[in-house]
Structure formats: structure tokens, C-alpha cells
């Protein structure tokens, strides 16, 4: 019995002992570590050298070993003595010494390992969180460090996410914890608090046990364990991240941006709104990206900037095989910053997102951009120009895309007057669509293409609907058909009487009465598809001649265009029919806007215009026609629509061009091989060379298939009953 109960007593001083040794072994070590610095005397030596790695991996491995005994939430002896005698801040202070040299990467290395690997909640500890903010005010002074640096953040972010509560800790002041300390210690700190403070404890008297060294370095260095308090502005974790996003080194800078990617999608209300208002978060993400800009050359080339087209925030480099010019690699880190930004303002909290996107819309469009896009310089222009359609293209984020809106189109509801309206920035983009440069106008008008495609009701509203609302353009005082069958004038139109590319349309030699409406419903559609298909006469037609150029091509596209452009404005609640005309309302006058107006404009001169400009301009002609809005469908696609005097349709401005092609024709010789010759020319069947009348002839190829397209768009819109956004795919070669 009495060597049962020996045996007890021998296992419990054996459970006994090693807790003992733990303490006295980690006490040991942060002995010898500050024993170095009073005895050593050589200024040379690097960290590495020493003993330093060696006893602070010893440190590590005896806290991570001593938790593994203690119950799950208790402090362990090492660990309170790590905490109760600031050993992390006096670490902090070494690593700012850079004594010996390579100390800060040791320090940097020590904090991550032991944030990582004690489960045991630190973060909370003023004395862990306080120091954790020194060494982060540390980053970005040695490039040597960067690889240290982004491993602490990242344990950091890993901490954050598992208790996004915990960014409130790291990224407020010493001022603003200490005053939460004072005030609400006893909630916000109650379990380890309570660990320490408690004067019960069976080594709260290990203050005493405290090595000479420890006291005598603590009292050498007092200023740096004495730092100012951190307020608005100063370096925290944000910074930190953001100057490691700079870094030259890929796989850091790629670290640092998922970093700061995480903290701020995790970010409670609390935080975020902590780091709109009181931390630089804004500021320093848009000046890096001004000063990306700022560092670009003056002028590009719009050619060079769109092979640039694949670049983003997780691959900001440019394309090795890409050929290279001036700028190029400046203009990769602009363009794959923005993205980053966009992509920050996606996954962002609200607060944040909005006040990141307000940031950029002030710094980078309004003061950086605007200017540019205003200024007399040619090539100013078109550079800016080409500049903004790329960010448009990369532009994700809906609080950007507001911001980008507004700042393109302004925010005033109200349609334009027909005479000359103040200066605006959309006013200007529009006349530069007119521009004497051919090139400029072609940028510009890409532009307003890639704008088109954007998610944002506001814009088609301000540029097209607002004109149309209320339907000025059509004639008041006359009843409206009943179907489009029961407004055939057009057919006595000779340009009206050529036969269609498919056999299934060929009308007859002397035009017929109206057919009445079948039960598929399908005949006002192809009143509608004859029109634009026929409105090319047969001696300007070359594309029956060769492959691949028939109808049924552009119908296969229009339809894909057209349900990814339903769906795209399928939450805007547009209403799918037309409102009645009051028949005696009186006529009020039509002004199509400036948009439409240029548009018509530059569509009255394809016979006369470049053949690049003329296929930018019947682009973003199709993108409009796209849209599943009656007001569109009518005055864009229907060509028995009963203008009102002195308004026009496109439909009315392309007759108007077919006759003065008829004109035309008779003072070109041999015409119809010409245009052949030229058809193959541009589809690159045969070598180009330069022929008489070549704009012209161009024009012609430009303008046959661009009322094709148009055919196509209006047969994809409207399905039997109506015009009505959900159509299936025509069978091949038929309407």
C-alpha cells in the first residue's frame, strides 16, 4: 500500500517537474538572447550567426509544447511570462536596431511563427497587439526583409479572417486601444486577462525570477520602447500591404494584394468603416495608382495599348511574345493596378467600396483624365482616350461603374437641347466621334461601344431614351397600323423591288396586296427583314457571289448578342410594348440627341468615309439596335414607322444613301467588277492594290452588310407576337 502510494507521489513530481524546466528553460534563453547584447562587443556579425535563431526557435518550440499540456484556454507559465515582460515589444525594438545585422528578419520570422502556432488567442493582448503594430510601421524601410515582411502579414490576415473582430485591434492607434482598454477591459479581455492578473496564480511571483540582462536592456533602450502613439496616417498593416503590393519581387507583391484582398472582404461594419475614416487605406491605393499613370509616356498608340488586353491583377506583366514599345511595361502595371482596384471595390464591404470608387473617380478620371480628354493636344486626346475605353473594358465593380457613368455622361436626367449645350465632357466625346482625325473618332466611337456594353441603365437612358420618351418622332393625327402589313408604301419604292439572298424571300415580279397575318405571326417580321435586305440594290450587291457572307452568319451572331444583352438589362424593368399615341396630342418638336444625331450624321457619309471608320460606326449602330427597349425597336428597326415632318429614322437615313449610291454608280466605270475586286480585297482573297473610287467601293461592301446585320437583329428581336426578349435559335437558313 504504502508503495502504491509512494509510486502517486513519484508521478506526481515527475507531471510536476517538467513545468518547472519549461520555465526555467524559456527563461534561460531570453537570457542568453539579452546577454548577447550586453556582452558581445563585435557590431559586424550577422544574426544568423549567433545564437540568437537558435534560442528563439527554442523559445517557440517550448511555448508550442507547453500549450499542448495545458487545458484548452489556459495560459501556460512561458506564456504569461512572454506577455507579462513585453518580450515582444523588446524584440520589436531589437528588429527596429537592426542589431546585429539580419535581426529584423529573426524578429519578423519569431512574431509569425508564433502568431501561427499558439492556438491560444493573442491578438487581444495589449502587449502583443501594440508590438505587432511597431513591426508593421518597420515594413517597407529594407527590401531584404520583403519575404519576412508579406509571411507576417499573412498570418496576420489568416488571424483576421477566423476573427475579422480582430482588425479593429491592428489597425487602431495606441491611443484608441489604450482608451478601450480603460474602458471596457473587463469585456473585451476577460478570460486572458484574468490569467495574468491573477495574483494567485503559482508563478505570479515570476516578475521576481526576471534575468538582470532583461532589466538592463530594457533600461538602455528607452526611447524606442517608449514610441509615439500611432493616429491617423501612420504606417499600420494597410500600408504595409500596400507598399509590399510595390514590390519588384512577383510572388510578394502577388501575396501582399491577396492579403489585403482578404482584409478587406472580411471587414465587419465597425472596421470598415474605420478604415474609410481613420486610416489611409483610400489615399495610398489611389496614389499608387496616379502614380502609375503619371508614369506612362505622354502618347501610345491605341494599337500598342489594346495588345494589352489580357493583362490583370494576378498577371501584370506583359506578354513575352507581344512585341514591344515604348512604355509597355508601365502600362502593364497601370492597367493590372486598376483591375486590382476594381476587383478590391467588388469584393470589398459597401463602406468601403463606395468610398475606395469615389477616391479614383476624384483622383484618376476628374483631375487626371478629364483634362486630357478636353485638352487641344491631338495625341493627348487620343491617348487618353484609348486609356479610358481599356479601363471601361477591365471595369467589374458596380460602385466603380456609377462612378465611371457619372463621370462620362453627368448625372443630369434631362435630355439635351438641339443647340449647341455647355461644354460638357459627354458633349465633347461626342464631337470628337466627329472628329476631323479619322483616328480620333475612331477611338472615341470605341468607346461609346465599350460604354454600351456596360450594366448601367443611365447610360442608354441619357444617350438614346430620353430623346425618344413620348414618341415626338412619329406623326400625330394619323391612326397607327395595326401591323406593319397595313404600311407597305415602301414597296413602291424601286430600291423595294430586288429580289432577297434566299429563295424563301423572293417576292413576287409586281408587288401583292398585303398578305393577312398567319398564325406563327411571322409576316410582319419578314415585312421588316425585307426591308433592310432588299434596300441594297441587286447591281451593288457582290457578297451572293462569294461564301461565308450569307444572312444566316449574321442572324446566328445577332442572337447570342441579343440574350446576352436581354440579360443584361433584364432588372432594369423595361416595359416590352409602346405606349399609344394620343392622335390629337399635338406634334412637339424631335431632336434625336447629339448621340443619335452623329450617328446619322457619320452614317450619311459611309460612301465618303474610311473603311475602319465606317465599320466602327455600323458597331456601335448594332449595339444600340440590340437593345430590347420599343422605343429602340421602332425608331432604329421599323421601317414603316410615320415620321413626323423633318425627323429621321436610320432606315430613313439609309434610303437616303442608297439614292445618292445610285447617282454614284453611273460615273464609275465598270462598277460592278470593281466592287467585286474589292469585296475580295478586304476578305483577303486576293492582294490589295489601289483602285480608283476605292472609299467608295468600300463603302458599298460596308453598307450591303451592314443592312444584312441589321435584318438579322430585327428577326432575333421580334418573335411572333411582339417584340419579347426570349427567342430560340432559327433553323439554319431559313427566317
Not at 528607452?222 to 496616417?233: F, K, N, R
Request: net charge negative; glycine share 6%.
Amino acid at each position: 500500500m504504502l508503495s502504491r502510494l509512494g509510486a502517486l507521489l513519484q508521478e506526481a513530481v515527475g507531471a510536476r517537474e517538467p513545468t518547472l524546466d519549461l520555465l526555467e528553460a524559456f527563461m534561460e534563453h531570453w537570457k542568453g538572447i539579452t546577454h548577447y547584447y550586453i556582452e558581445s562587443t563585435d557590431e559586424n556579425t550577422p544574426a544568423k550567426k549567433t545564437d540568437i535563431p537558435w534560442r528563439l526557435k527554442q523559445m517557440l518550440d517550448i511555448l508550442v509544447y507547453e500549450e499542448k499540456q495545458q487545458a484548452a484556454g489556459e495560459a501556460g507559465p512561458c506564456l504569461e511570462y512572454l506577455l507579462q515582460h513585453k518580450i515582444l515589444e523588446t524584440l520589436c525594438t531589437l528588429g527596429k536596431a537592426e542589431y546585429p545585422p539580419g535581426m529584423r528578419q529573426q524578429v519578423y520570422q519569431f512574431f509569425s511563427k508564433v502568431l501561427a502556432q499558439v492556438q491560444h488567442p493573442l491578438l487581444h493582448y495589449l502587449n502583443v497587439h501594440r508590438p505587432v503594430q511597431k513591426l508593421l510601421r518597420l515594413g517597407g524601410t529594407d527590401p531584404g526583409t520583403e519575404k519576412e515582411e508579406v509571411q507576417f502579414t499573412t498570418v496576420l490576415c489568416s488571424k483576421i479572417q477566423q476573427d475579422p473582430a480582430l482588425l479593429t485591434y491592428i489597425l487602431e492607434g495606441k491611443k484608441t486601444v489604450a482608451k478601450k482598454k480603460a474602458s471596457k477591459e473587463p469585456a473585451a479581455l476577460p478570460r486572458e486577462t484574468a490569467s495574468i492578473q491573477n495574483k494567485d496564480h503559482p508563478h505570479s511571483e515570476a516578475p521576481d525570477r526576471s534575468p538582470c540582462g532583461a532589466q538592463a536592456l530594457t533600461t538602455q533602450l528607452p526611447v524606442e520602447t517608449q514610441e509615439p502613439d500611432g493616429g491617423i496616417g501612420e504606417s499600420n498593416l494597410v500600408t504595409s500591404l500596400v507598399g509590399l503590393c510595390k514590390s519588384k519581387k512577383g510572388r510578394v507583391a502577388l501575396k501582399a494584394q491577396e492579403n489585403l484582398l482578404l482584409l478587406v472582404s472580411v471587414a465587419p461594419p465597425a472596421a470598415a468603416t474605420h478604415l474609410v475614416q481613420s486610416s489611409p487605406f483610400c489615399p495610398v491605393i489611389v496614389e499608387h495608382l496616379c502614380q502609375l499613370y503619371q508614369s506612362m509616356p505622354t502618347f501610345l498608340d491605341p494599337a500598342d495599348i489594346a495588345t494589352l488586353e489580357g493583362i490583370s491583377w494576378r498577371v501584370p506583366s506583359a506578354p513575352s511574345d507581344e512585341a514591344s514599345f515604348p512604355g509597355k511595361e508601365t502600362l502593364a502595371a497601370f492597367l493590372g493596378w486598376f483591375d486590382y482596384c476594381d476587383h478590391l471595390i467588388q469584393e470589398a464591404h459597401m463602406v468601403v467600396a463606395d468610398a475606395l470608387a469615389k477616391a479614383m473617380a476624384k483622383k484618376l478620371f476628374v483631375d487626371i483624365l478629364r483634362p486630357q480628354l478636353l485638352h487641344v493636344s491631338e495625341q493627348g486626346v487620343l491617348t487618353s482616350t484609348a486609356l479610358l475605353t481599356a479601363l471601361l473594358r477591365r471595369l467589374r465593380s458596380p460602385a466603380l461603374l456609377q462612378e465611371a457613368v457619372a463621370f462620362l455622361l453627368g448625372t443630369d436626367p434631362q435630355p439635351a437641347a438641339p443647340e449647341d449645350s455647355p461644354c460638357t465632357l459627354c458633349t465633347q466625346l461626342i464631337r470628337h466621334c466627329d472628329h476631323l482625325s479619322d483616328e480620333i473618332s475612331i477611338t472615341t466611337l470605341r468607346l461609346f461601344e465599350e460604354l454600351l456594353q456596360k450594366p448601367h441603365e443611365h447610360i442608354v437612358q441619357k444617350l438614346v431614351l430620353c430623346h425618344l420618351e413620348g414618341r415626338p418622332y412619329v406623326a400625330r393625327g394619323c391612326p397607327e397600323p395595326e401591323s406593319y402589313e397595313d404600311t407597305l408604301d415602301l414597296e413602291e419604292d424601286p430600291y423595294f423591288t430586288d429580289g432577297l439572298l434566299d429563295a424563301s424571300f423572293q417576292p413576287p415580279a409586281k408587288p401583292a396586296p398585303a398578305p393577312a397575318t398567319t398564325p406563327d405571326g411571322k409576316t410582319a417580321v419578314t415585312e421588316i427583314v425585307n426591308s433592310f435586305l432588299c434596300l441594297v440594290p441587286e447591281e451593288a450587291k457582290t457578297s451572293a457571289f462569294l461564301e461565308e457572307t450569307g444572312y444566316d452568319t449574321y442572324v446566328h451572331d445577332a442572337y447570342g448578342l441579343f440574350q446576352e444583352c436581354s440579360s443584361r438589362v433584364a432588372t432594369w424593368g423595361w416595359t416590352p410594348a409602346l405606349t399609344p399615341l394620343d392622335p390629337h396630342e399635338p406634334e412637339r418638336p424631335f431632336f434625336e440627341g447629339h448621340f443619335l444625331r452623329m450617328l446619322f450624321d457619320r452614317m450619311s457619309r459611309i460612301l465618303e468615309q474610311p473603311y475602319s471608320l465606317n465599320l466602327q460606326v455600323t458597331s456601335v449602330l448594332s449595339r444600340l439596335a440590340l437593345f430590347p427597349h420599343p422605343l429602340i425597336h421602332e425608331y432604329l428597326l421599323d421601317p414603316y414607322v410615320n415620321l413626323a415632318p423633318g425627323c429621321r429614322s436610320l432606315f430613313s437615313v439609309l434610303v437616303r444613301v442608297i439614292g445618292d449610291l445610285m447617282q454614284r454608280i453611273q460615273r464609275v466605270p465598270q462598277f460592278p467588277g470593281k466592287l467585286f475586286l474589292v469585296r475580295k480585297q478586304l476578305m483577303g482573297h486576293v492582294p490589295g492594290e489601289q483602285l480608283d473610287h476605292q472609299t467608295l467601293l468600300q463603302g458599298v461592301v460596308v453598307l450591303e452588310e451592314f443592312c444584312k446585320e441589321l435584318a438579322a437583329i430585327a428577326f432575333v428581336k421580334f418573335p411572333p407576337q411582339g417584340p419579347h426578349p426570349h427567342l430560340s435559335p432559327p433553323p439554319e437558313g431559313h427566317i
